[in-house]
């Protein structure tokens, strides 16, 4: 690793995150100041106010500028979303059991100051005022997770990076100018566009001032180094943000730059995560290629400043409560890339920056950004054999996705061919089309589909607090069939599926009302010629998906019903019933909870019996969500349709949690099986059995994203023919028409030493769900559960 990477690397590492008050305090000082504005101009102009008067800072070795907080790895404060757990869990940040911050007692003390003016002002408290009871009541049961949307801006989303770089942020305030002149005023379709463009002309001002600081402080920096080999790299520092401030970029250092403060500004309008790069090897390629053709830039000098770029991407943080932690542990921020894949004419997209970009992920070694691989039919050999190397060393990365499934998938909802072969992952597994997408093309909503499967064996009763929830559903002890089970479950999908849209779209009216974003609505398309913001219906695509939570213990549960109760009757539907709600732990139970885990096959074992009652089951969700639609609807863009996910990331644990005992045998409280992975310890045939009983789950209809997580073991990944064999494994989940595939290098052995010796493992990298995260920074819950999934060998 080059030093200059160790140096910013180790001071990123030996960092315990802070909790930066800067934003929190100018933004309450503007929005008491600008009151009088519409929303979206108000939010536009404080956002102006923060980037104009937060603190900056350029670090001794950095090439690239842009911070949003005063330190690295600093998390800022957004009240306009949720100010109370702030209050709530202050004295606790530093003493979590994973991501940890810290915070200085001065600022503990502004911010009891500040922070109660926020009262009935949020939108938590406007978003949970406007649910229905039902919805509300909910929270006590726990099968939807809906707050997590209201609790932090909405991020999962991919800006148009070939507009920005084609523009800059010049010709983007010359396109607003222009666009303001042409307003006709006495039309009213003109003066509804107004104020969203009046806010687009604010916040490129606030662009200009924040971009201008940087130059400023280059300049103030290289003053102090004359004749130093840092002062000729401030001293193109502040050139490269002088260009910025007054044309589109023209080489590859400006290119990044420009991209980076995008990136920096979008994550200080809004505390959304998974604000992803998109394809950024096929738009930042040109400007490498010409530099390097017309000897502007050496190969060197050009991974310098693709490796300072992916520091500063990990530099980004984001402050969760504790309860939302819980359910994304490791400080993600799921800042994708996306790498490889098709050309429009369908020719395959790895070039020289690809390959790149992939070194570069195998010298800096940190879980961000999130970089994931397109495979194709035509990816090359030589590629994808080089990401197996990297995947063999244990970073959880790269990952992979299949066009196969998902190119398809997009045109089945309705994308035209030209954008759904241009798609592009997004933040865990999800995808979209770059810069053409609305808000969350998966996001934060959770639906718990083994607590659902739990009320309806109990008759539609709450098993905890003995709640009628449902009528109309026969308890397990009063069945004699499995489709009263099967018809059951339908039922309770149905009434779940229309709360999460009811809440999901009550939020949504909430957002609209209290936090649009116009910078990021004006870098995505069409928002600047509609003249309508995003929540408005100013983007060429709009659909939305929720995650489902537990398919394979679902599946699972179902069929060792089926089987062992009503096929082979080795069971008594009452004597079933009896353990589960004592937790197996009185007479029998035990024999019946081996019986289910023993004598029942399950899914991810290539048995066609149980994956497909798993297929059935899942399909009474993906099947109908579509039939909802968005606020957008009939406003203009395409789609306006809610789809379905499984990218669960930690939620697998907190939904477990709150389950009692399942007939998969599974006990009270442990987790449920994450994504489409089966479920630990169920796996008996193999990795190819895996992928055959993935692949016959309706993974078209998933749109927005699959989750696969699986382990192998390191000594069965070792020489060029076991590499091979991965790959040819690689290709065929793509022929199988799975979605996604990560994988986890790592032995038990040395995870367990890194529970013994954290100080010893300060960089070792799992990967968690659709993001890798530092193995010691997570709590020992999280740490077992990744132990204990199933490892395999090749």
């Not at 010359?174 to 463009?197: A, M, Q, W």
Request: hydrophobic letters at 35%; proline letters at 4%; aromatic letters at 8%.
């Amino acid at each position: 690793m080059r030093e200059r990477f160790k140096r910013i690397r180790s001071d990123l590492l030996d960092r315990v995150p802070e909790i930066c008050v800067d934003r929190c305090l100018l933004l309450t000082e503007a929005y008491q100041k600008y009151e009088k504005y519409p929303i979206v101009e108000k939010r536009a102009k404080a956002l102006a106010d923060v980037l104009s008067g937060m603190q900056i800072y350029i670090g001794d070795d950095e090439l690239l500028v842009g911070n949003q907080a005063r330190v690295p790895r600093a998390a800022p404060l957004f009240p306009e979303y949720d100010y109370e757990f702030v209050l709530s869990e202050m004295e606790d940040f530093e003493h979590r059991t994973s991501d940890r911050f810290i915070i200085k007692e001065e600022d503990k003390e502004k911010l009891r100051q500040v922070l109660p003016w926020w009262k009935d002002k949020t939108l938590k408290a406007r978003a949970t005022a406007m649910q229905p009871e039902a919805v509300l009541e909910d929270i006590k049961i726990g099968v939807l997770g809906w707050q997590g949307n209201i609790t932090s801006g909405e991020g999962h989303i991919v800006p148009d990076y070939e507009m920005i770089l084609e523009y800059g942020f010049s010709g983007l305030y010359s396109r607003v100018k222009t666009l303001i002149g042409n307003l006709v005023l006495t039309e009213p379709k003109d003066l509804e566009k107004f104020t969203f463009y009046r806010a687009c002309e604010s916040i490129l001002k606030g662009c200009f001032d924040f971009i201008e600081r940087y130059r400023d402080l280059a300049i103030e920096q290289q003053k102090r180094c004359v004749g130093s080999v840092r002062s000729s790299e401030l001293k193109a520092i502040s050139k490269r943000c002088d260009a910025l401030l007054h044309r589109p970029p023209k080489s590859f250092a400006e290119a990044l730059q420009c991209v980076w403060f995008v990136q920096v500004i979008l994550h200080i309008e809004s505390n959304g995560h998974s604000l992803s790069f998109g394809r950024f090897d096929q738009y930042l390629y040109p400007f490498y290629k010409k530099d390097i053709e017309n000897n502007i830039l050496t190969q060197t000098e050009a991974e310098e400043l693709l490796g300072c770029f992916y520091l500063k991407v990990f530099g980004n943080n984001k402050l969760r409560s504790w309860k939302t932690t819980q359910t994304q542990l490791g400080y993600p921020t799921y800042q994708n890339i996306c790498l490889g894949g098709q050309k429009s004419d369908g020719s395959d997209a790895v070039n020289a920056l690809s390959w790149m970009c992939l070194d570069m992920l195998e010298e800096i070694r940190l879980p961000e950004p999130n970089i994931y691989i397109r495979i194709h039919e035509g990816t090359p050999d030589d590629f994808l054999n080089h990401a197996v190397k990297i995947v063999k060393k244990g970073l959880g990365m790269p990952s992979f996705v299949n066009d196969q499934v998902i190119i398809p998938s997009l045109l089945h909802r309705g994308v035209l061919p030209e954008d759904a072969i241009n798609y592009s992952t997004m933040g865990c597994t999800e995808v979209q089309v770059p810069g053409k997408w609305g808000y969350r093309a998966n996001g934060k909503s959770k639906i718990n589909l083994l607590r659902i499967l739990e009320i309806v064996l109990d008759g539609g009763v709450d098993r905890k607090s003995g709640q009628k929830i449902m009528d109309g559903l026969t308890p397990l002890e009063e069945c004699t069939t499995i489709e009263q089970i099967k018809n059951g479950y339908q039922k309770a999908i149905e009434h779940y599926m229309k709360l999460h849209v009811i809440a999901d779209n009550i939020n949504e009216m909430a957002m609209n009302a209290l936090v649009p974003d116009a910078f990021c609505s004006l870098i995505v398309q069409d928002c600047l010629n509609r003249g309508k913001s995003i929540k408005e219906g100013g983007t060429i695509y709009d659909m939305i998906s929720g995650t489902l939570v537990g398919i394979p213990n679902v599946g699972n549960a179902v069929y060792a019903i089926q089987k062992l109760v009503f096929e082979e009757k080795r069971i008594t539907p009452q004597a079933l019933s009896h353990a589960l709600k004592t937790n197996f732990e009185e007479e029998g139970g035990e024999f019946i909870r081996t019986l289910l885990i023993n004598g029942a096959e399950k899914y991810g074992n290539d048995v066609d019996a149980v994956d497909e009652i798993t297929k059935e089951l899942s399909d009474y969700y993906v099947t109908e969500i579509s039939k909802y639609k968005t606020l957008r609807d009939g406003k203009g863009p395409i789609g306006c349709c809610y789809t379905s996910s499984t990218v669960t990331i930690t939620a697998n644990i907190p939904c477990g949690a709150s389950v009692g005992a399942t007939p998969d045998g599974r006990k009270a409280g442990e987790p449920t099986a994450e994504g489409v992975s089966p479920s630990r310890n169920t796996l008996k045939n193999g990795l190819t059995a895996i992928f055959q009983s993935v692949g016959k789950l309706s993974n078209e209809l998933f749109t927005g994203g699959q989750l696969l997580n699986i382990r192998i073991n390191p000594a069965t990944l070792q020489t060029p023919e076991e590499e091979a064999k991965f790959a040819a494994v690689l290709r065929a989940s793509g022929d199988l028409k799975c979605w996604h595939s990560q994988y986890n290098v790592l032995s038990n052995e040395t995870l367990r030493d890194a529970q013994k010796h954290p100080e010893n493992y300060a960089d070792l990298m799992v990967r968690v769900a659709g993001y890798s995260a530092l193995f010691t920074t997570l709590n020992s819950e999280l740490q077992e559960d990744i132990i204990a999934r199933t490892q395999f060998e090749l």
